[in-house]
């Protein structure tokens, strides 16, 4: 019998998180082994795997296979939702479970940013957007998102979905009250998630303020985007990626000085 569902097996309400062939137990009892999953998340956090909703509560979830043949394992998107002071945050990861090991995960991590908080002005956020020749029917993600306003501002002017991702807490809060504020809510998710570990690809336009590294660092990410996908870069160029066109605005604002817009179009064109 092959059941592929989750299982609740014990009053600890213990997860099975894949169920094997009972068949392949019965065979090689002695050499199969279960692959355990430790989730941290916050104690009001809900969790599911691969969208199926589990029922623990508390800071440490523990998950337990039946037992699978050496070397066996499943890859699951974990996630995890919850409430501060009213705004929802979610924390998703990808993880592998192998027979014989146990995996830990952490959902409440609060890894450093790669880079601080600096806005791009909103006169810098329109050319980006109007660069990357947004449409109806576009996915704007904003990797690192800040207040939200590039995202905000898709969704305002163009109608279009967007996303921003950001890695710091209290750049997710001002996100939310942003798009709360400006009524976007339908249109505008906002995902508190280390960028570098995203699935990219439904995006149909990148927004980038970052650093060069971090850039190049994202290019095997980026270089999955469906072809036609457009990215465009704030003060920041790609080394290795040749941009399709540059622009240099000079907007008013306290400090003025000149902001470059870099334009990329996927496939990628090799500097
Ligand atoms: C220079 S700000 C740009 C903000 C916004 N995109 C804008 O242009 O106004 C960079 C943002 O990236 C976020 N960030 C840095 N490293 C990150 C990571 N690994 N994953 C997600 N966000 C990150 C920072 O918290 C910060 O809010």
Redesign the pocket.
């Given at each position: 019998m092959r059941d592929t569902r989750f299982w609740y097996l014990s009053p600890l309400a213990i997860l099975v998180l894949a169920g094997l062939s009972s068949v392949v137990i019965g065979q090689q009892a002695a050499a199969n082994q279960p692959a355990y999953l430790e989730v941290y998340v916050p104690a009001n956090a809900r969790l599911t795997i691969d969208s199926a909703k589990t029922q623990q509560t508390g800071t440490l979830r523990r998950f337990e296979s039946p037992p699978l043949p050496p070397g066996q394992g499943f890859t699951y998107r974990v996630k995890a939702v919850w409430d501060v002071q009213g705004n929802e945050i979610v924390s998703e990861k990808t993880v592998r479970i192998v027979a014989g090991q146990e995996t830990k995960v952490d959902l409440r991590q609060d890894?450093q940013?790669?880079?601080?908080?600096?806005?791009?002005p909103q006169e810098v956020?329109d050319k980006m957007l109007e660069l990357a020749d947004v449409k109806k029917g576009d996915v704007v993600y904003?990797?690192?998102?800040?207040?939200g306003?590039?995202v905000v501002t898709a969704a305002k002017k163009y109608g279009v979905k967007a996303v921003?991702?950001?890695?710091?807490p209290d750049?997710i809060k001002d996100s939310l009250e942003n798009v709360r504020k400006n009524k976007v809510e339908d249109l505008v998710t906002i995902k508190k998630?280390?960028?570098?570990t995203q699935d990219l690809t439904e995006a149909s336009v990148i927004?980038?303020?970052?650093l060069p590294e971090?850039n190049v660092k994202l290019m095997p990410q980026l270089e999955k985007l469906k072809p036609g996908s457009r990215i465009v870069s704030?003060d920041f160029d790609m080394r290795g990626a040749k941009p399709i066109k540059t622009v240099t605005i000079k907007p008013k604002g306290e400090v003025e000085r000149d902001h470059t817009i870099y334009l990329w179009k996927i496939p990628l064109e090799k500097e």
């Open positions: 890894r940013p790669d880079v601080v908080y600096v806005p791009t956020v904003d990797l690192g998102c800040g207040d306003r590039i921003g991702f950001d890695i710091d750049r998630a280390d960028i570098f927004t980038l303020y970052l971090l704030h």
